[in-house]
């Protein structure tokens, strides 16, 4: 009986239903975007750098996998480790970025060994100091197109060449420019090391801890586990917060929502009372449709997080990388259930203690 | 609307002839509103004994306390003073929960407005009131087949309350009122809100109800012509009963 009261109530007040479960789907869908954004931040990051090829990353000492920019490494150093047994190949980089966006210098002979090089979209690999080359996600953000002009680290480069993603980084320019655009001359902000043979990485890794006792030496296959949302403090810290907005905003809307129906049902739930309905009858009711709203509201956060992600994709595809989270579906799902139940209770409460004479009095 | 009701004599007592089968039993029945500061004395020391299988009809102006009398009797709120016994429950001594559960089994309502839920069916309506009852008959019975005939209601189920006409809604808050046997039937101005043909239909019913079942029936009216549908009429004034008609054939 419950079902079907629920039912005809949610069916016949199309309006109020579907408004409800939009604002609960936004609170799911402000979840799934941000968390979708830190993981695909990450994962893009993740993929460009073992889109290099590399087995080993080398960083200066006392320096994080996640500090991307500063040159604390000399130059001299990815020759030396060249040489050492079983590495094939090593390419020193220099990053001017944060986590986000910036620009990466590389030397082209070591760095071409190492990746197979660019594919190039359009154009060619720089050439003269002020060149510099982008993938096809940041040309379409930035809306440039080889020969273009293009203004960054407060520098204007010439865009000569438009390359397939997936290497390093989104902007690519030559290594000594780089390093003297963010007084770096002479040093370098990571090494990238391949082994001869990937049998080999093991030894390689002991030699370059022989080699460089303080620095540090991450194999490339532990770089996905360590260099996640959740193991970057500040970007946890931030979903944590999103995640509370987002209870409050579920737990206002479907208390507003809820709150109205109730104002709207005062005299039914007189009829109830008066037909013998319980408290807990009233309340379990007001519940059941909070759970109605929630699971709907998550329903349509989901899908509105698809259109999130087509629309960052289609203005920011560099920038902001969403990934689709479906592990966080069912926790986005339970936290909107919690608002709404959280949400309801307060109205539920004023439903159970209506005077049942005034609400049928209710006009 | 017709006037065919019975004709009465009047009586200096409020009360039954005698205290065997009385389902309702009311005893010096007092009720104070409080708004605030102010107080209101509805009901003043009221005393009223109904027979199983009893129609009372209680008229008076407004304001006179009929309404609260009723509200008392169908326990949707508590009395202030006195004692009220209906069936076998003691109201007096009953909390919310209590009243709840005497209002679902004990007692049913059919009320000016019909106050039928809107979004439900006829069928969803009565099946409610049946689901509150814990009466575990899902299908109609023969019986409640025969009174959903009388009640020329048994095609119009499956339609919601703004498909039916007036006299539609009441009957189907008659038989929402009828399907879990109630001991009394408690009807608010149940003629309020028709015109006089479905009036006529409505009061004949109930007393049609009242002759072949015996189902006792407590009903509110300011229509004289509605009140001598009754075995008997109860006068209220200024929350106290004033003057008792009883019907000369009864």
Redesign the interface.
């Known amino acids: 009986m419950i079902a079907t009261i629920v039912r005809s109530n949610v069916s016949h007040r199309p309006v109020r239903t579907l408004l409800s479960t939009l604002l609960i789907g936004i609170a799911v869908t402000l979840i799934l975007t941000l968390v979708g954004v830190s993981r695909g931040i990450t994962e893009d990051n993740t993929s460009r750098n073992t889109g290099v090829g590399a087995d080993i990353i080398v960083t200066a000492p006392n320096s994080s996998l996640l500090s991307f920019s500063g040159t604390a490494i000399p130059d001299k150093v990815p020759a030396k480790l060249a040489s050492l047994p079983h590495v094939a190949v090593a390419t020193g980089t220099v990053n001017s970025a944060s986590l986000f966006d910036g620009v990466t210098g590389i030397d082209v002979p070591t760095f071409t060994a190492m990746s197979g090089g660019f594919v190039f979209e359009s154009g060619h690999i720089f050439e003269q100091p002020d060149d510099i080359i982008l993938d096809t996600y940041a040309a379409q953000q930035m809306k440039k197109r080889v020969g273009d002009k293009v203004n960054m680290l407060q520098k204007e480069w010439n865009v000569v060449g438009i390359f397939e993603p997936g290497k390093l980084a989104h902007a690519i320019a030559g290594m000594a420019v780089m390093q003297k655009l963010i007084g770096g001359t002479g040093n370098v902000s990571r090494v990238y090391i391949k082994a001869d043979d990937p049998a080999n990485i093991d030894t390689v890794v002991t030699e370059l801890k022989a080699a460089l006792p303080n620095y540090g030496i991450t194999r490339m296959s532990d770089y996905t586990t360590l260099v996640n949302p959740n193991q970057i403090g500040p970007l946890r810290i931030f979903i944590r917060v999103v995640i509370g907005i987002a209870v409050i905003i579920g737990f206002a809307v479907t208390s507003l929502s809820m709150y109205m129906a109730i104002l709207q049902r005062t005299r039914e739930i007189g009829i109830l009372k008066s037909l013998g309905g319980s408290r807990t009858f009233v309340m379990q009711l007001i519940l059941a449709e909070a759970v109605i709203l929630g699971v709907g509201g998550t329903v349509v956060g989901i899908l509105l997080s698809f259109m999130t992600r087509w629309l960052l994709h289609t203005f920011v595809p560099a920038s902001m990388p969403q990934a689709i989270t479906p592990d966080w579906w069912w926790k986005a799902g339970l936290i909107a259930l919690a608002g709404a139940m959280l949400g309801a209770i307060y109205p539920g409460f004023i439903a159970v203690r209506q005077d049942p004479i005034e609400a049928l009095a209710y006009e | 609307m017709s006037s065919q009701g019975p004709a009465f004599a009047r009586r200096s007592d409020s009360g039954a002839d005698s205290s065997t089968d009385l389902i309702i039993e009311t005893r010096n029945l007092g009720k104070i509103y409080r708004t605030g500061k102010v107080s209101v004395e509805a009901l003043r020391g009221v005393n009223l004994s109904v027979k199983a299988g009893e129609f009372v009809s209680i008229v008076g102006p407004s304001g006179s306390g009929k309404s609260t009398l009723f ?1 008392i009797i ?1 326990g ?2 508590p009395p202030t003073s006195g004692s009220v016994r209906v069936g076998s429950f003691d109201l007096a001594s009953l909390n ?2 209590g009243r ?2 005497m ?3 004990a007692v049913s ?1 059919v ?1 000016q407005k019909f ?6 069916t006829a069928r ?1 309506n009565i ?3 049946r ?3 814990k009466n575990q008959q899902s299908e109609d019975s023969a019986e409640f087949a025969a009174i959903l005939e009388k009640l020329g209601i048994a095609n119009r189920l499956s339609h919601l309350p703004s498909e039916l006409s007036g006299g539609e809604q009441q009957r189907v808050a008659i038989a ?1 009122a009828l399907v879990n046997r109630p001991a009394i039937l408690l009807a608010d101005e149940p003629t309020g809100n028709l015109d006089s043909v479905n009036s006529d239909a409505v009061l004949e019913i109930l007393r049609d109800l009242n002759d072949r079942t015996g189902q006792t029936i407590l009903m509110i009216t300011h229509n004289p012509e509605a009140a001598a549908y009754g075995h008997r009429i109860v006068q209220m004034r200024d929350g106290a009963i004033v003057e008792t008609l009883r019907d000369s054939a009864s």
Do not use: M, V
Request: glycine share 8%; proline share 4%.
């Open positions: 509200h169908g949707l709120t919310d929960s709840t559960n209002r679902a089994q309502f009320f106050n039928l839920l809107p979004n439900l969803e099946d409610l009131a689901y509150f009852g929402r």
